[in-house]
């Protein structure tokens, strides 16, 4: 099984980013998928989750109305848009697969900096 996550990268404040996550050897439309973020210093937290067939999402308050969460099943993959960027954005997001396992990506970094 493999999560492959892009699109991270340096972006100034109100700047924005999209990263993809494709997933390699499990039955997509089975699995809830997350993005979660852990920032220097701090713990992982849940950023944006969406359901097996993108019905129903879930975003913590900090990035309401700037984050968007999507999926496309025929390609396997899951999105999170960013828009207004902010520095507390900065961290590294991992994207999550749960159904009675759960997998794991390797992380993209996402910097937000003047």
């Known amino acids: 099984v493999q999560l492959v996550e892009s699109g991270g990268g340096l972006v100034r404040p109100g700047g924005s980013l999209r990263l993809s996550c494709t997933t390699f050897g499990i039955t997509f439309t089975h699995y809830h998928m997350s993005w979660f973020r852990r920032a220097p210093g701090d713990e992982r937290e849940l950023v944006a989750r969406?359901?097996?067939?993108?019905?129903?999402?879930y975003y913590r308050d900090s990035v309401k109305g700037r984050f968007t969460i999507s999926r496309d099943n025929a390609k396997n993959t899951v999105y999170l848009q960013m828009d207004n960027l902010i520095l507390e954005d900065t961290a590294t997001y991992y994207c999550?697969?749960?159904?009675?396992?759960?997998?794991w990506g390797q992380g993209t970094q996402v910097t937000v900096s003047s």
């Open positions: 999550h697969a749960q159904d009675t396992f759960q997998y």
């Open positions: 969406i359901s097996r067939e993108g019905h129903s999402s």
